[in-house]
């Protein structure tokens, strides 16, 4: 099957997608920082899809793509807790998060200072500017999908969009309510891809700066 990244922001249902996905046989990478988790992968979902899906569409000119569309003020509240969990590590020098996702975090956020942490006005335009980039990008594409999980027949929408049929699941799970943030990790399956997988060039990831990708997206 055609690859599959699901480009909606952290907190909008990432983890639930992903464990639906893999409940359907697909191998399913939640965050890929290698080059080798997304070869691997069916589905990659989360870090880094929802900054990078530009630069995805030129690796796989087959791949589809699935935006999550969350009620913006339920998200801003999830947000606002991961983010003030996860700032320390995000920081540029003495943060211990991983440099791409630290990228895509600032990406889409900006520099997190005390302050603006907890903006509430800031973070519905960072959801917003991130909305209007995806659907500009896709625009009349058919390799492109929006969903909201709440929906009726969501779940039924995206698998449909995928190329899977005959599922006996008619909602997707509910994971990371509230303050849990590690659903994905404790989730046991065969199928999961490791985020850090090694392969033939170790953990190297992809190189965009390579003239194809870089005219491509200009």
């Known amino acids: 099957m055609n690859k599959v990244f699901i480009i909606g922001l952290p907190r909008t249902g ?5 464990v639906a996905l893999l409940q359907h046989g697909l191998k399913v990478a939640h965050i890929g920082l290698t080059k080798r988790a997304f070869e691997v992968a069916d589905v990659v979902s989360d870090v880094p899809c929802f900054c990078d899906y530009p630069q995805l569409d030129v690796l796989f ?3 589809k793509f699935v935006y999550i569309d969350r009620p ?3 998200w801003v509240t999830s947000i606002q807790m991961l983010l003030t969990k996860m700032r320390p590590n995000l920081a540029d020098k003495t943060g211990t998060f991983h440099p791409i996702l630290k990228r895509c975090f600032k990406q889409v956020f900006g520099p997190l200072t005390a302050d603006n942490l907890l903006d509430e006005a800031r973070l ?3 959801y917003l500017d991130h909305q209007q980039a995806v659907n500009r990008y ?8 929006s969903i909201k999980l709440k929906d009726d027949n969501s ?3 995206l698998l449909a969009f995928i190329g899977i049929e005959d599922s006996d699941m008619t909602e997707f799970p509910v994971l990371n309510v509230g303050t849990h943030v590690a659903s994905w ?3 046991k399956h065969p199928n999961k ?3 850090n997988l090694a392969g033939p060039e170790h953990r190297k990831f992809f190189d965009y700066k390579t003239p194809s990708i870089k005219n491509a997206i200009l």
């Open 138 to 145: 896709f625009e009349n594409r058919d390799n492109f999908l």
């Open 193 to 195: 891809i490791n985020t």
């Open 61 to 63: 000119p087959n791949a």
């Open 14 to 18: 990432t983890t639930s997608i992903s």
């Open 124 to 126: 519905k335009q960072c």
């Open 155 to 157: 779940l039924q929408t």
């Open 185 to 187: 990790g404790e989730y």
């Open 72 to 74: 913006i003020d339920s």
